[in-house]
């Protein structure tokens, strides 16, 4: 059964850090593009951080650029998400999706096939 699982989150003070992890199970991680998208209260969700299978260099979004860095191990079948310097506006439920072969990195919602549940950040002080 093809299954993404986050884990890693938790309640944290500004400035501190979290990583995160979204093992796979299911299927081979080493052919698909995965992402990290989160989702706050009210909001949208949207895209954070997006990593290719072929090793190129990653994309971030504007708001955690210098501060998130994505990672993937294939051998595990699990894909990272270091969080420094968090903020308070980092609070979210952040999920991993698995992007439709062969497509690209992007945001879009609907190229992406599967979903996580989700894992919650809190940062508070």
């Known amino acids: 059964q093809l299954q993404l699982v986050e884990s890693g989150g938790g309640l944290v003070q500004p400035g501190g850090s979290l990583r995160l992890s979204c093992a796979a199970s299911?299927?081979?991680?080493?052919?698909?593009?995965i992402a990290w998208f989160r989702q706050a209260p009210g909001k949208e969700r949207e895209g954070v951080s997006c990593?290719?299978?072929?090793?190129?260099?990653?994309t971030y979004a504007d708001s955690v650029k210098g501060r998130f860095t994505i990672s993937r191990d294939n051998a595990k079948n699990t894909v990272y998400l270091q969080m420094n310097s968090l903020k308070p506006e980092d609070t979210a439920v952040y999920y991993c999706?698995?992007?439709?072969?062969?497509?690209?990195?992007?945001?879009?919602?609907?190229?992406?096939?599967?979903w996580g549940q989700g894992t919650q950040v809190t940062v508070s002080s």
């Open positions: 999706a698995r992007l439709r072969r062969w497509r690209l990195c992007v945001f879009d919602r609907p190229a992406y096939d599967y």
């Open positions: 990593i290719s299978n072929s090793g190129g260099t990653p």
């Open positions: 299911g299927f081979t991680l080493d052919y698909y593009n």
